[in-house]
């Protein structure tokens, strides 16, 4: 019972780091700075972007000026880069509340074993009469630890998938910010060229 409790004492540390941690992330969100810095960017002043980037707490805000620094080496590897920097700050700890999940009911599931160890041995003992309050309490561990691991895994569960689904989420708004950029770039590119066709 011992590791059972060690792995629920960290799963709710994991779930309360990580719940506040993400709340903190959304309550930083500034998705007026980052249309500022799109804005900035269809107008090619690239310096301004990152100067709000700089000044934004903002993750989105933080990726688009880290990919603006190396646009002139590479803008995709730069945004990719800044990107996966981000999602793994935002998954950090996710990976240690799956492991207490796995584990806890195999954790059950060995004090199941052990528990009917102690019993069969007391069976072993031919009398039947003594060895009552062995056996009992042979499957009475047995049912207990089995019993908290499930538990364990089943309340953590629910946590775990709603951690993942939040940075799934801020995944998808990553990918809407690459392809935003994408497009922003790609359209400055081509203002120039458009210019003196619309004159002639």
Not at 90 to 110: E, H, K
Not at 132 to 144: D, H, S
Not at 183 to 196: F, S
Request: proline share 4%.
């Amino acid at each position: 019972m011992w590791p059972i409790a060690l792995v629920s004492f960290v799963a709710v540390t994991a779930v309360l780091e990580r719940t506040f941690f993400l709340i903190s992330e959304r309550t930083k969100r500034e998705p007026d700075v980052v249309a500022k810095m799109f804005d900035h960017i269809e107008e090619r002043e690239f310096e301004a972007a990152i100067r709000l980037s700089k000044s934004s707490k903002d993750f989105i805000a933080r990726i688009l000026g880290d990919a603006l620094t190396y646009k002139d080496y590479s803008l995709s590897s730069a945004f990719q880069r800044a990107a996966a920097a981000e999602v793994a700050r935002l998954q950090t700890g996710i990976p240690v509340l799956d492991t207490c999940v796995t584990a806890a009911p195999l954790l059950g599931l060995l004090g199941t074993v052990t528990g009917m160890m102690n019993t069969f041995g007391a069976l072993g003992e031919g009398d039947i009469a003594a060895s009552a309050g062995k056996i009992t309490g042979g499957v009475g561990e047995a049912l207990i630890a089995t019993a908290c691991g499930l538990m364990i895994a089943i309340v953590g569960l629910i946590p775990y998938n709603i951690l993942n689904s939040r940075v799934e989420a801020a995944k998808r708004e990553i990918a809407r910010a690459s392809y935003t950029l994408d497009l922003i770039i790609k359209k400055a590119e081509m203002a120039p060229e458009r210019t003196p066709a619309s004159s002639s």
